[in-house]
């Protein structure tokens, strides 16, 4: 390295798994891409570990003795905004879509791949840091709905909406592209930045937004199932300049 080169910090990554065999390999392989790797053996050292220092993103167990993976992942989001793939030994759909469900960014099923996590773990920073270094975009508001992708608040009838990361990523992009059916494939790609991955993702998030801002969920009325295709967002938006 030169002397005039600038050495920049390496993305810091906790892995959080009890298992010593699986933190070790996948400890290995995100090293071998230059991530900087934090391990912690249970739900406990996690947050202790990450109230220390925040990482970048989380590689997380489903089963930790002590406080499971999904109690860790809704702590740490409750905390702040944090990429989270899950890691699960189980291929039960239930248990995919509760890590999705309380705010996990993607999952892996084990057995995995170490190679297939590190393109996950680069896909979702990758996604992450595009969506904070984009160039400006307006409000928008539509449907009793308030959305502002700049300062990442959102509201219904002038209440704050606890939205996750992607629920409102997808939220706002539905509202940017009114009156379009989406299918799945493309709202994964468009909103999560992967070209590939379970759609269940999709489906999961939409029907938490939907009970998050619909009148009736069962019946709704703002993102639309176009069936054969994918969703679409019904009421036409109106933009206006933040600030």
């Known amino acids: 390295?030169?002397?005039?080169?600038?050495?920049?910090?390496?993305?810091?990554?906790?892995?959080?798994?009890?298992?010593?065999?699986v933190a070790e390999v996948v400890t290995g392989y995100l090293e071998g891409a230059g991530?900087?790797?934090?391990?912690?053996?249970?739900g406990p050292d996690a947050l202790r570990r990450a109230g220390e220092r925040w990482p970048d993103l989380?590689?997380?167990d489903l089963m930790l003795p002590g406080l499971d993976g999904l109690e860790v992942c809704r702590r740490l989001r409750a905390t702040a905004p944090v990429p989270v793939i899950m890691l699960t030994a189980?291929?039960?759909?239930?248990?995919r879509i509760t890590g999705l469900e309380v705010g996990a960014d993607d999952y892996v099923t084990k057995p995995f791949s170490p190679r297939e996590l590190v393109l996950r773990v680069a896909s979702v920073l990758r996604r992450d840091r595009a969506a904070t270094t984009a160039a400006p975009r307006r409000a928008l508001r539509a449907g009793g709905l308030a959305v502002d992708p700049?300062?990442?608040?959102?509201?219904?009838?002038?209440?704050?909406?606890?939205?996750?990361?992607?629920?409102?990523?997808l939220l706002a992009y539905?509202?940017?592209?009114?009156?379009?059916?989406?299918?799945?494939?493309?709202?994964?790609?468009?909103?999560?930045?992967?070209?590939?991955?379970?759609?269940s993702t999709v489906t999961v998030h939409v029907?938490?937004?939907?009970?998050?801002i619909e009148d009736d969920p069962a019946?709704?009325?703002?993102?639309?199932?176009?069936?054969?295709?994918?969703?679409?967002?019904?009421?036409?938006?109106?933009?206006?300049?933040?600030?």
Not at 36 to 42: F, G, K, L, Q, T
Not at 182 to 190: A, D, F, G, I, W
């Open 1 to 21: 390295m030169s002397e005039h080169s600038v050495s920049r910090p390496a993305t810091r990554i906790l892995v959080v798994d009890d298992d010593p065999t």
């Open 35 to 42: 991530f900087a790797v934090e391990r912690a053996a249970d």
């Open 58 to 60: 989380v590689v997380l």
């Open 90 to 95: 189980r291929s039960d759909e239930e248990d």
């Open 150 to 169: 700049e300062t990442r608040r959102a509201t219904r009838s002038g209440d704050m909406l606890a939205l996750t990361l992607r629920e409102f990523d």
């Open 174 to 199: 539905l509202m940017e592209h009114p009156g379009t059916a989406h299918s799945r494939e493309t709202l994964m790609r468009k909103v999560w930045g992967w070209d590939f991955g379970d759609l």
């Open 207 to 212: 029907r938490r937004l939907r009970a998050k």
């Open 219 to 243: 019946r709704p009325a703002l993102i639309q199932t176009v069936w054969g295709v994918g969703y679409r967002f019904e009421a036409a938006p109106s933009r206006e300049a933040v600030g």
